[in-house]
Nanobody
Framework: QVQLVESGGASVPSGGSLRLSCTASGRTDNRYSMGWFRQAPGKEREGVAGISIPGTTIHADSVKGRFTISRDNAKNTLYLQMNSLKPEDTALYYC????????????????????WGQGTQVTVSS
């Protein structure tokens, strides 16, 4: 079992930046595909960014050029650097992991992920 804990969420003005972190514990010796997802009130959960086991990344069209997913395997930590934040980025952000070898095109699909964190709130004011 793997436990995921997100941190870094906050309230920021439009145009601001945040870096979210997701630290894994438990069976961290295995390799995982990982992703960031978000859910706003009244909206379905959507994929934001993902990183495959080999390291290939993908970012949703809505965040390309603004958000960057990365990981530090030595620290068992996943990151999401968010720049130029917009009010529409306001949501509860979750990190997720799976032992499946997921290709880039599938990393934004929540159905592939089996481990989830509790979420961290990001609020962007206009």
């Amino acid at each position: 079992q793997v436990q995921l804990v997100e941190s870094g969420g906050a309230s920021v003005p439009s145009g601001g930046s945040l870096r979210l972190s997701c630290t894994a514990s438990g069976r961290t010796d295995n390799r995982y595909s990982m992703g960031w997802f978000r859910q706003a009130p009244g909206k379905e959960r959507e994929g934001v960014a993902g990183i495959s086991i080999p390291g290939t990344t993908i970012h949703a069209d809505s965040v390309k050029g603004r958000f960057t997913i990365s990981r530090d395997n030595a620290k068992n930590t996943l990151y999401l650097q968010m720049n130029s934040l917009k009010p529409e980025d306001t949501a509860l952000y979750y990190c997720a992991a799976t032992r499946m070898f997921i290709t880039s095109s599938s990393l934004l699909s929540s159905a592939y992920f089996e481990y989830w964190g509790q979420g961290t709130q990001v609020t962007v004011s206009s």
